[in-house]
């Protein structure tokens, strides 16, 4: 049975895709450090010196992130601690939360890792939430990309905020039926929902109907095989199927059109081998067995130097063209 996911400002980008999407319980590694990073930038702001549970790079990142905040700051006071960044946001059930929050300037802050990504419906939420509780105007909230050292910033008047949250509150309340969207991997509604589940049906030809039986397909190795090949038009039941292949293989039981390959793994050396010869060779000697760098670690590694990034220095690879399997289904 679908239940839809609760309403809350980080749902709201991919509630406007489909009103029923429900995040899976276990967060990912991704989320997992965004909130270690999160953790490291509010106890710097309050104060706080000591991370013993921070990796190095989590600590640069998140003292990175305090720099911007005391820059856009100014004198002004910041507020960090969790009470006092806790948003209530109208018609939603539990209060949302940023990272930090500046009443004085009328802005809050909100520290986010990886690559950069649209938020603006999240952070009109919390400028709704955060105009209506200090009687404000305009919000504006500031975006901290800790890897990609870059700021963003919206700016909300009250009534844009209300206006542009209000429409998929309202298309989640109606929650018409379920769409097909880039977010369906990751969405706990995947067993069972019927947009995915036609999909499932038209991609492999079952020949049961009026519904897709997942579990009785993963319960038989013969059809797994065939689910296997088709399986790139129903990503969000991939892995689940590949990890249940691996099991029957392992067990000796075949899967046709499908087997095992294990690869030894690489062989690599430390940072720490590596200096003596950067010592006695030089670090251009060096680098030029590393290859070349990317241009995300370029802007970063420019970022922690104090440098602009050379324009000129900056190629372009080769293109490439390659084609996908599409097996003929029978």
């Known amino acids: 049975m679908l239940r839809q996911g609760i309403l809350r400002p980080s749902n709201l980008p991919k509630l406007k895709l489909c009103a029923w999407f429900r995040p899976e319980e276990e967060p990912s590694k991704a989320a997992v450090r965004g909130s270690s990073v999160d953790a490291i930038y509010r106890q710097m702001l309050i104060g706080l010196t000591d991370f013993p549970s921070g990796t190095a790079a989590?600590?640069?990142?998140?003292?990175?992130?305090?720099?911007?905040?005391?820059?856009?700051?100014?004198?002004?006071?910041?507020?960090?601690?969790?009470?006092?960044?806790?948003?209530?946001?109208?018609?939603?059930?539990?209060?949302?939360?940023?990272?930090?929050?500046?009443?004085?300037?009328?802005?809050?802050?909100?520290?986010?890792?990886?690559?950069?990504?649209?938020?603006?419906?999240?952070?009109?939420?919390?400028?709704?939430?955060?105009?209506?509780?200090?009687?404000?105007?305009?919000?504006?909230?500031?975006?901290?990309?800790?890897?990609?050292?870059?700021?963003?910033?919206?700016?909300?008047?009250?009534?844009?905020?209300a206006r542009v949250v209000l429409e998929v509150v309202h298309a989640y309340e109606a929650a018409p039926p379920p769409t097909f969207n880039s977010y369906c991997a990751w969405c706990d509604?995947?067993?069972?929902?019927?947009?995915?589940?036609?999909?499932?049906?038209?991609?492999?030809?079952?020949?049961?109907?009026?519904?897709?039986d997942f579990p009785a397909l993963l319960a038989n190795a013969q059809r797994l095989g065939s689910f296997l090949t088709a399986c790139r038009a129903v990503e969000p039941y991939q892995q689940q199927a590949t990890d249940r292949a691996k099991e029957y293989l392992l067990q000796k039981v075949d899967v046709p059109g499908w087997s095992l390959i294990t690869r030894s793994p690489g062989k690599y050396v430390e940072l720490a081998a590596v200096l003596p010869i950067v010592n006695k060779l030089g670090a251009e000697r060096i680098l030029q067995e590393y290859g070349h760098l990317s241009l995300a670690k370029y802007e970063k590694l420019c970022a922690e130097a104090g440098l602009t990034p050379d324009a000129a220095a900056i190629k372009t690879g080769a293109g490439a063209t390659y084609l996908r399997s599409a097996p003929e289904l029978k």
């Open 58 to 161: 989590d600590i640069q990142a998140a003292d990175w992130a305090v720099g911007q905040t005391d820059q856009i700051a100014g004198k002004n006071k910041v507020l960090a601690r969790k009470e006092e960044c806790a948003v209530t946001i109208p018609g939603f059930p539990k209060p949302g939360e940023v990272d930090a929050l500046c009443r004085k300037l009328f802005c809050s802050f909100d520290l986010k890792t990886g690559q950069w990504y649209d938020y603006r419906l999240q952070m009109a939420a919390y400028a709704w939430g955060l105009m209506t509780m200090y009687f404000a105007e305009t919000w504006t909230t500031w975006l901290l990309f800790c890897d990609l050292r870059r700021v963003y910033h919206y700016t909300f008047t009250y009534a844009e905020a």
């Open 189 to 212: 509604n995947a067993g069972e929902c019927p947009v995915l589940i036609n999909r499932a049906d038209e991609a492999l030809a079952l020949t049961e109907k009026p519904k897709f």
